[in-house]
């Protein structure tokens, strides 16, 4: 197949690549890192990543489309079967799939879960061993996560590395994906990181820093949306965004005594959209109440989980 828009270069290998794994194995930050910039929320709370999130790389003749997922679980809420569900939709049509495994613990029951959805798809699979410089034994964790994978019969790579430090065993890994393409002509202009509205990829920046600054339970009953981005003519990006809570309580939580709360989760997510936008920041936020929005049908649509 060749490319039939003329900007975009012909005899080129194209692909879509699912990333798959439990909660907080770092999925998103190998992504990242793939891409070598940030397209896909992280932090140290499980279940950051809610929606199917595809970060794009391209060279001359190659373009992989990472699909990030959200971690594998079992679900509480009709937010967590959506969520798994984001998972099945993005293994049903790959060329490839990446699991990545921590190697500081042993597998668990989701791991487990995670094998047993893609040990028989006939698919190339990656095994990435992630966080590989503070694991104890990482050849014997690697081990037995491989040893899920029992009687899997389509191709299979194993590694190991630490996806934060974004060295040469990530960029061989790249390579490694790249090779495996099949002829297709580029489903993204030449220069696209990701297939996200710039609204809804700011939302996931305040809500990053809202699941990292909130404590307990409370960050996986918050919900972000922007519902307003202007631009001045000084260049000045104005965005006004929702924090949607499920509580009346909650709202309190995350404005905090004075504001104190609310004016951090800003100001931390205000430095991170100038950084990626390279323009000045006006973030605008507001604390919203929808009750129990983590089960209603309608709730979750309006949230842009659907």
Avoid: C
């Amino acid at each position: 197949m060749t490319s039939m828009n003329p900007d975009l270069p012909s005899d080129t290998r194209a692909g879509f690549v699912a990333i798959v794994g439990k909660p907080n194995v770092g999925k998103s930050t190998l992504l990242n890192a793939f891409l070598n910039t940030k397209v896909a929320p992280t932090s140290h709370r499980p279940q950051t990543t809610r929606r199917g999130v595809r970060g794009i790389f391209s060279d001359d003749k190659h373009q992989v489309v990472f699909v990030d997922t959200p971690g594998v679980h079992k679900p509480k809420d009709a937010l967590g079967k959506y969520m798994n569900n984001e998972v099945s939709t993005a293994l049903s049509d790959i060329d490839a799939m990446i699991w990545v495994v921590d190697l500081r613990h042993p597998p668990t029951d989701e791991d487990r879960l995670v094998a047993r959805q893609i040990r028989d798809l006939p698919k190339p699979l990656f095994l990435v061993g992630n966080k590989q410089d503070a694991a104890k034994y990482p050849e014997e964790a690697i081990g037995l996560y491989e040893a899920l994978l029992e009687g899997r019969e389509a191709d299979t790579t194993v590694t190991s590395l630490s996806a934060q430090k974004n060295d040469a065993k990530l960029t061989a890994l790249r390579q490694q994906i790249v090779d495996i393409l099949p002829e297709n002509p580029f489903f993204f202009p030449l220069g696209s990181a990701s297939d996200q509205s710039r609204e809804h990829w700011a939302a996931e920046i305040v809500r990053e820093q809202a699941m990292m600054k909130l404590r307990d339970e409370l960050p996986y009953a918050v919900a972000t949306r922007v519902t307003r981005w202007t631009e001045r003519d000084d260049g000045l990006q104005r965005i006004e965004a929702e924090i949607v809570v499920e509580k009346v309580a909650h709202k309190g939580m995350v404005i905090g005594s004075g504001g104190k709360q609310l004016r951090e989760i800003g100001t931390a997510a205000r430095k991170q959209l100038e950084t990626l936008l390279n323009a000045k920041v006006f973030l605008g936020l507001e604390v919203v109440v929808i009750p129990g929005w983590r089960e209603d049908p309608e709730a979750l649509r309006e949230l842009g989980y659907e």
